[in-house]
């Protein structure tokens, strides 16, 4: 009685909406369900609240069904009234957020306990090392929640032979840990667990090297390790597999462990007495080889090693490895052919060789796998014809994937049938025999097939209406559409990139699909009235040529999404009825006219796109119980000021840009977290309250008429994303923003002052445009903390002092850096060099002087890096990855726009453009000396400018390596000497500037330079001449191709040419001394002569010098 009143007591703390317990009734308490009792005495010994998690795709658990709640998230104490207890299961109870309680280690009995997935947080009580008899312990957990601040008590549970510790926090200051178990595995913590059998440590945050000391676990069968960041093993995996020789089970997936811990001796290979059944190397940096020991290994029934980087061919070794039910080498850089022996793996139930480098014909000994049930070979360079042998004893096949396999064709008998019934067939880019192949009509329990990009043309066969599919894909073929029958009945359908003309048919009324996609066709003609009770989940039309009005669709018809975007639908948009449900709805790049309607207050839309359409008149008092989560009317021609919407419209994205909105900008979109107003005509000043709109991370109100200053109360709201470029704001920028800005746009406004301090401490901060005011000042220190930064705007002010000397590789992400007119003076610092991503350096019309660095050569963001390397020793910052596009930082470079001189006229660059621009502009400024020869290896640049200087010297011989060059402007300096004839390989060159030199000697002839024929381009140079000047050179020869030099070349070049010139001086010196003192020496009256001359011009001077 004492343990039923118990259990009615743990009943009373949980919530049990289900009806869970609902057989915790009567006084048998031994028949209530999860409560099992000593068949003896009829104690409770067992109580099972547990809940099965399943697994997802990506292998973390999520919860199934329903959980009881605990109320108050505290376990009731009663359960210490259960004095028999020693299996206590808690994993179905969601505790709501609260601590395992402490009373639980005064259970002592207890010899099973399991806590998995209960939602409990906080800190894991020591009194649990009091169970000294538990023999498992269950504390796996998916949210990392719960915290340890010592571990020493888990070495009092010496009978743990099951421990799930995966997922699980530590904050211990001698394991440098941040609330994670980090570093390496603690040793104390399993010192005396000598019992153990099941140890899961995965999904933390170990790491350093696998440790040796696993051998002492002289009964581990199965080590889970997933999910950590372990980057090797003592010893290497060979040494460490067969020191454990009972284990089962290795799962190291999901960490960083490198090739390294393949290699082994030879001579230690010996006699390998291993159990080991499965191992899981998953998703790390192994690379080489396959390893060959692998076929000592005899007891193995799975090898998981995918998404590493093996290379090679699969060895034939792996036919021996007999009891191998799972082989799954997925995407590494196998190359070769699929060995033969494979065929001899008679227990293998999924082969996954796709994602590789395989070529050659498929072995049909994989016809001979009968136990075979997933086969997957795609996206590799097979080739060959597949028959009816390479499947003829695959009797149990259920998925069979040779898709992305270009050179490969299927070829059977039309009266073959085969020995299985596939579940998914995945044969897309494979070569078929026009028709959808007869064999698919015997496989009833297909639920996939994807036979895209087949060169399948004509009608769908018939007895396609008998199968029912979830999905069939038969884009990108030549396929017409079909006759539609009531019983078709697809759950996703797509036809698009076909050739289906015509116009739309009239859809019996029970026809269903969840999801038909005929987009990329050219069907024509107007959309028809389908009936009311044709379901459709989504109906994908965009790209046609689908024409007229849209219909009034009956109220009843249902849409989850349908896309009619890039067609010529006309007219006004419809009053539709107000039970008309759309989840999306996309009528964007139509024709669309008129103003929006009064729509009903239940006529449901999540998401509306009416943009790029021609919708007039101002937006409608829309009711306040109308609901969008996502509104899109921009580039329409919608008029008048913005109404006052009511608070309770839920919009989380509203954009109404490239309009004709006027008037002031109201307090709106109490809901919205993205708002675009840019492009209008609304003016007035910002709300110096806007506090309605604190739900907003992005805020674009760009290219308006604002004007007034910029209120402090735009930080207190949690932006991200600001734009108010090319306003009329005035004033300062205020001096605090919040740490969750990360793009900041400010340009071409009324702004003074200096930069605030607050920009500096923004640690998301990668956008900053503040160019086209008149902001002053030096750049201040604090911007030296923005190392993220990848663009950086602050030309066309009135900045002032030299450039900061922190410009320097910590800006590791900077692709745009614009100083332009400003007044900057001093030299170019060469810590700009080590920018290694710069694309875009534009300092014109500022006040430098000095040289320019030769180091800017090195900038390798401008750089052809294949093409440099073979130069030799050049000086080149190392970076991983110098393109662009590849940039972490998520950039909506729809936004970005950067202004450029380039060829000769301001260009705005913007979105993808803006993103392969490289450009170099020094012009107008004081810098002199020579332009570096090192310039010249900047090969990926596409604009250089440095006119306006007073650059002297030659222009680089190696000019012509600048090959992307199409703008190069080197007018007004004094630069001499003659055009080297490199600069005809500049094919790309468009615009061209060398007036206004000293240049002499005839104009270069050949390729893209000869169709550069405006005679002003050499104006000022009086000493060039060539057939577009007057002046005619006086040899008619053609000048010999230049060589363009490597740098090696051109280094050697200098060397020689200093050792000539002192050898040449050094000789005269010698001819000069000897030709005069040798006469001397053998003429007697030449040498008395020269000595009298020589006293007697001594004399004079000193009697001059006396007299004075």
């Not at 739309?504 to 003609?525: C, H, K, R």
């Not at 009005?549 to 896309?563: G, H, I, K, V």
């Not at 680089?956 to 600069?983: A, F, R, V, Y």
Request: glycine share 6%; aromatic share 10%; hydrophobic share 40%.
């Amino acid at each position: 009685e004492q343990e039923r009143e118990a259990l009615l007591q743990l009943r009373r703390t949980l919530v049990d909406p289900y009806g869970l317990l609902s057989s915790w009734e009567g006084k048998d308490c031994c028949r209530w369900k999860g409560v099992i009792c000593d068949k003896v005495y009829g104690h409770v010994i067992n109580l099972q609240l547990s809940h099965q998690p399943a697994k997802d795709e990506t292998s973390t658990y999520f919860h199934m069904g329903s959980k009881l709640l605990l109320a108050g998230g505290e376990l009731n104490s009663s359960l210490l009234h259960l004095k028999y207890l020693n299996h206590l299961d808690l994993s179905g109870i969601d505790s709501n957020h609260g601590r395992i309680p402490e009373f639980i280690g005064s259970i002592k009995q207890l010899r099973y306990l399991n806590l998995s997935f209960a939602n409990f947080h906080g800190m894991v009580p020591q009194q649990l090392g009091n169970l000294t008899k538990l023999e498992v312990l269950d504390l796996g957990n998916e949210d990392e929640n719960l915290v340890m601040d010592d571990i020493m008590w888990f070495s009092h549970l010496q009978s743990l032979k099951y421990l799930d510790m995966s997922g699980s926090m530590i904050a211990k200051e001698e394991f440098s840990c941040s609330n994670l178990f980090e570093g390496p595995i603690p040793s104390t913590m399993f010192q005396n667990m000598t019992s153990l059998r099941h140890l899961d440590l995965s999904q933390n945050s170990f790491n350093s090297s696998i440790p040796m000391w696993f051998d002492k676990f002289t009964s581990l069968a199965h080590l889970n390790l997933e999910e950590n960041a372990f980057d090797s093993i003592e010893g290497g995996l060979f040494s460490f597999l067969k020191s454990m020789r009972y284990l089962k089970s290795l799962h190291l997936c999901y960490n960083q462990i490198g090739e390294e811990i393949l290699t082994t001796q030879r001579n230690s290979l010996g006699l390998i007495e291993s159990s080991l059944e499965s191992l899981e190397i998953c998703s790390n940096n192994l690379k080489g080889a396959l390893p060959d020991w692998l076929e000592h290994f005899t007891n193995l029934k799975s090898i998981n090693l995918f998404d590493n980087f093996f290379s090679g061919p699969i060895p034939s070794f792996i036919g021996s490895l007999s009891n191998l039910e799972i082989l799954d080498l997925l995407g590494n850089g196998l190359n070769g052919t699929i060995p033969p022996s494979i065929g001899q793996l008679s227990s293998l139930r999924l082969l996954d060789l796709s994602n590789n480098q395989l070529g050659g014909n498929i072995p049909e000994s994989l016809g001979k796998l009968g136990a075979l049930q997933e086969l997957f070979l795609s996206n590799n360079h097979l080739d060959g014809v597949i028959t009816e042998i390479h499947l003829s004893n695959l009797s149990r096949l259920k998925v069979y994937g040779i898709n992305d396999n270009d050179n490969l064709s299927f070829k059977a008998k039309p009266s073959w049938i085969p020995p299985f019934q596939l579940e998914t067939i995945l044969m897309s880019s494979c070569k078929l025999e026009a028709k959808v192949p007869q064999w698919i009509q015997t496989q009833v329990n297909t639920i996939e097939i994807i036979l895209s990009n087949t060169s399948l043309f004509g009608p769908l066969p018939n007895w396609l209406a008998n199968l029912t599919f979830s999905l069939l894909d038969l884009s990108y073929n030549q396929i017409t559409l079909p006759k539609w029958s009531a019983n078709l009945t697809f759950s996703e359908l797509n036809l698009s990139y076909n050739n289906i003309t015509g116009p739309l048919p009239e859809w019996p009324a029970n026809l269903t699909f969840f999801e038909l996609d005929l987009s990329y066709n050219n069907i024509t003609g107007p959309l028809p009235e389908w009936p009311a009770n044709l379901t459709f989940s989504e109906l994908y039309l965009s790209y046609n040529q689908i024409i007229g009005p849209l219909p009034e669709w009956s109220a009843n018809l249902t849409f989850f999404e349908l896309d009619l975007s890039y067609n010529n639908i006309t007219g006004p948009l419809p009053e539709w009825s107000a039970n008309l449900t759309f989840f999306m709805l996309d009528l964007s790049y139509n024709q669309i006219i008129g103003p929006l309607p009064e729509w009903s207050a239940n006529l449901t839309f999540s998401e509306l796109d009416l943009s790029y359409n021609n919708i007039t008149g101002p937006l409608p008092e829309w009711s306040a119980n109308l609901t969008f989560s996502m509104l899109d009317l921009s580039y329409n021609r919608i008029t008048e000021t913005l109404p006052k919407l009511s608070t309770n419209l839920t919009f989380s994205w509203l954009d109404l840009s490239y309009n004709k909105i006027t008037g002031p900008l109201p307090n709106m979109c109490t809901n919205c977290s993205y708002l675009d107003l840019s492009h209008n005509l609304i003016s007035g000043s910002l709300p110096t309250d806007t506090g309605i709109m604190y739900q907003v991370r992005t805020l674009y109100l760009n290219d308006n008429l604002i004007d007034g200053t910029l209120p402090s109360s735009l930080c207190d709201m949690e932006l991200i994303d600001l734009n108010l470029a090319n306003n009329s704001l005035s004033g300062s920028i205020p001096d605090c923003w919040k740490d969750s800005l990360s793009f900041l746009t400010l340009s071409f406004n009324k702004l003074s002052g200096v930069i605030p301090s607050s920009l500096g401490s923004l640690p998301h901060l990668t956008t900053l445009h503040l160019n086209g005011n008149r902001l002053n000042g030096e750049l201040p220190q604090a911007l030296d903390y923005c190392t993220g930064l990848i663009i950086l705007d602050l030309g066309e002010n009135n900045f002032s002092g030299s450039i900061p000397t922190w410009f320097d590789e910590s800006f590791n992400s900077l692709l745009i850096l614009r100083l332009r007119e400003n007044r900057f003076v001093g030299n170019i610092p060469p810590q700009l060099c080590s920018l290694s991503r710069l694309k875009i350096l534009d300092m014109a019309v500022n006040n430098l002087t000095g040289m320019i660095p030769h180091c800017l050569g090195n900038m390798s963001g401008m750089i052809n890096l294949n093409q440099i390397n073979s130069f030799g020793s050049v000086a080149i910052t190392p970076i991983e990855d110098i393109n662009p596009l590849s940039l972490e930082a998520d950039i909506d470079w729809g936004q970005e726009h950067v202004v450029e001189i380039m060829k000769g006229r301001y260009n705005e660059y913007t979105r993808i453009v803006l993103r392969l621009v490289v450009n170099l502009d020094l012009s107008s400024n004081f810098l002199n000396g020579s332009i570096p020869e090192e310039l010249s290896f900047l090969s990926e640049l596409h604009g250089l400018n440095l006119s306006h200087n007073h650059l002297s010297g030659n222009i680089p011989i190696g000019i012509g390596n600048m090959t992307s060059l199409e703008s190069l402007d080197l007018s007004n300096n004094h630069l001499s000497g003659t055009i080297p004839q490199s600069i005809s390989a500049l094919t790309s060159l468009a615009h061209l500037n060398l007036s206004q030199n000293d240049l002499m000697g005839q104009i270069p002839k050949g390729n893209q330079i000869q169709t550069l024929d405006d005679p002003s381009i050499y104006a000022g140079n009086p000493l060039l001449c060539g057939d577009l000047l007057r002046s005619k050179c006086l040899s008619t020869k053609a000048p010999q191709p230049q060589k363009i030099p490597h740098p090696e070349d051109t280094h050697e070049e200098d060397k020689l040419d200093r050792t000539l010139f002192y050898a040449v001086v050094m000789l005269g010196f010698t001819i000069g001394f000897w030709g005069f003192f040798g006469v001397l020496q053998f003429k007697k009256d030449w040498r008395r002569a020269y000595f009298s001359f020589a006293d007697q011009v001594a004399h004079k001077a000193y009697v001059a010098i006396v007299v004075k």
